[in-house]
């Protein structure tokens, strides 16, 4: 028995600078939080900007995407109204007459009733003959656009006029005939000011561009006329101060569509089905630094709370910690004599653990020995069974005076003799690991081999054996005679699950890829317990049949071996076994198997 490690004495005083210094700690945990913290900091910041502001850009393409239908609305609207005024009688009636005193009322009435902006009446020549703002009366549109397109058309005619002061008036006319003769352009203004104004409740800028690239209608009046680039062209040239918090305001976001006044916005476009136009929102990412900021304060606020909590714990376990050293200074002088008491009876335990230890070593050798007699008498009954068989076939060809083929069963009696003592020296094999290296082994070899011991059994029944190997040799490192036995018990089961079968069959098929592997597969009823299949003694053949260490002491060998014995049902009924093996090859790159002892 080793001999008991000595005891300290435990009423030394321990010197300062055995104990860890609790600066050194606190150093390292508060590193460890910053370092955690800035990482969360981070990581937090980047995937809830990337998070909001993909919101963020949703609602804004949401949010365009409805202004330009409302914006196509009025104009499909408003398009249909000169088509409807241009066929009415009354207003015909009057520019054929001359007469105009109720044309404006009427006008007023139909632009209440259709939202337009204004209506105005023009006559072949152009002059202004009535309107909804009486102020233009007389007014001579001669020379504009859509009188002049309008008189060249028969269809509705869309005109854009600038105005003074970068205003745009939108503008639908068409010519009214008498007699397949123009006789005036009736010219409807639609209402698109409105969207402007309706827009200006938001903080998103908002501009339309015609096909030119001008914007006609912005949230902001001094983009009128201009286009998108030399609107968001900042008439200040920024500082330096000013371009470092630009970069600092957007640390971990992506980079920004453009800069409005000094603030990162992002862009969103939309293309109108109408002449060309396109609309753009520019969104601020203010929204987006918002959110984020209040999660990244609640985290900063949970790290230093935590921080906090950290040092007070530290400074009170230190307290505590003081008072119980004084404490255990006076505790560990009794202690150490306590302990010194002890010794004696740990010595003393000692002694009886050896003795108790010797008494379970020879129990274990006597369980040992009791499995191995059952396995010896499972492995010898195949080889006493076939001695049995050739013994009688000899007496019959000696009394037929056929000594020739008789000597012949006498060699395979021999041989069967020598297979029984090399199961003798292989009994160590069921109680204990180590032995003899293995050696390279044909699997091929080993079932011709198994099946060659067979041989009396297979004759006695009619069985049909279906044989499927590789014509390359299948090589593992292994103990032949005890990977024989595997496969021989693994036939003699085969054997006898197809006792009650009207035709048996056992398929045998080895194949070699990352392993070899070797099936025995029957037609038999099936495998009824998995789950205990391969535990010693259990076995569902009747009394006298059979020991239940077959498949067990097959499995142990098999798994020496390095491999894996495992069974199931297959797709017809019947059982079948897989023993999985390593390749010669693959083992000699590795640890080397042994053999059990």
Not at 79 to 108: C, H, K, M, N, Y
Request: glycine fraction near 6%; aromatic fraction near 6%; avoid cysteine.
């Amino acid at each position: 028995m080793p001999s008991s490690p000595p005891i300290p004495d435990l009423t030394t005083p321990v010197e300062p600078e055995a104990l860890p210094s609790r600066g050194l700690v606190l150093r390292v945990l508060v590193a460890f939080i910053l370092v955690t913290a800035a990482a969360v900091i981070w990581a937090t910041n980047a995937w809830l900007s990337e998070r909001f502001t993909e919101t963020t850009r949703v609602r804004a393409d949401l949010r365009l995407a409805l202004y330009s239908g409302n914006l196509m609305s009025e104009l499909q609207r408003t398009s249909v109204v000169p088509l409807l005024l241009a066929r009415d009688p009354a207003l015909l009636g009057a520019l054929q007459s001359g007469e105009f005193s109720l044309t404006s009322a009427r006008l007023i009435s139909a632009r209440r009733e259709i939202e337009a902006a204004s209506i105005r009446l023009l006559d072949s020549s152009g002059r202004t003959v009535a309107a909804t703002n009486r102020n233009l009366l007389g007014t001579s549109y001669a020379n504009a656009p859509f009188f002049v397109d309008a008189l060249r058309s028969r269809d509705t005619v869309f005109s854009a006029v600038p105005l003074p002061g970068g205003a745009t008036e939108f503008l639908y006319s068409r010519v009214l005939l008498a007699d397949a003769r123009p006789v005036g352009v009736i010219v409807v203004e639609t209402d698109l000011a409105k969207f402007e104004r309706s827009w200006s409740g938001i903080l998103d800028a908002v501009a339309v561009t015609n096909s030119e690239g001008r914007i006609i209608l912005s949230t902001e009046t001094r983009w009128r006329g201009l286009t998108l680039a030399e609107a968001l062209e900042d008439p200040q040239a920024p500082s330096a101060l000013r371009r470092a918090l630009q970069a600092t305001s957007d640390w971990a976001g992506a980079s920004p569509d453009a800069y409005l006044r000094g603030d990162a916005v992002m862009r969103a476009d939309a293309r109108l089905p109408f002449r060309g136009w396109r609309m753009v929102s520019l969104t601020s990412y203010d929204s987006v630094r918002q959110r984020v900021n209040a999660v990244l304060a609640l985290e900063i606020m949970g790290f230093a709370i935590l921080m906090a909590a950290m040092f007070y714990l530290l400074s009170r376990r230190a307290r505590v910690q003081t008072a119980a050293y004084r404490r255990e200074s006076a505790e560990l002088r009794v202690l150490n004599a306590r302990l010194l008491r002890e010794i004696a009876e740990r010595e003393r335990v000692q002694k009886d653990l050896a003795v108790a230890e010797q008494t379970l070593a020879q129990s274990s050798k006597l369980a040992a020995l009791g499995e191995m007699s059952a396995a010896v008498s499972h492995e010898l009954n195949q080889p006493l069974a076939a001695m049995k068989t050739y013994l009688a076939g000899a007496r019959l060809l000696l009394q037929r005076s056929r000594p020739e083929e008789a000597l012949s069963s006498f060699q395979r009696i021999d041989d069967l003799i020598e297979r029984m003592g090399a199961i003798t020296r292989q009994l160590k094999s069921y109680a204990r690991k180590g032995g003899e290296a293995f050696e390279e082994v044909d699997l091929r070899a080993a079932l011709s081999s198994a099946l060659a011991m067979m041989e009396p059994q297979l004759r006695a029944r009619t069985v049909k054996i279906s044989r499927s190997v590789p014509r390359k040799p299948v090589m593992v490192l292994a103990d032949r005679i005890r990977l024989e036995q595997v496969i021989i018990n693994l036939l003699r089961n085969a054997l006898d699950a197809t006792k009650s079968v009207a035709d048996p069959h056992i398929d045998l098929r080895l194949s070699a890829a990352e392993t070899a592997v070797l099936v025995v597969e029957d037609n038999g009823p099936g495998l009824s317990d998995l789950e205990k299949l391969f535990e010693p003694f259990w076995t569902t053949k009747k009394p006298g049949e059979g020991t239940g260490l077959g498949l067990a002491i097959s499995s142990g060998i098999v798994k020496d071996l390095g491999g894996r014995l495992t069974a199931r049902n297959g797709d017809a009924g019947g059982a079948v076994f897989e023993v999985k093996l390593p390749l010669a090859a693959d083992n000699k790159k590795g640890e080397t198997p042994r053999a059990a002892e």
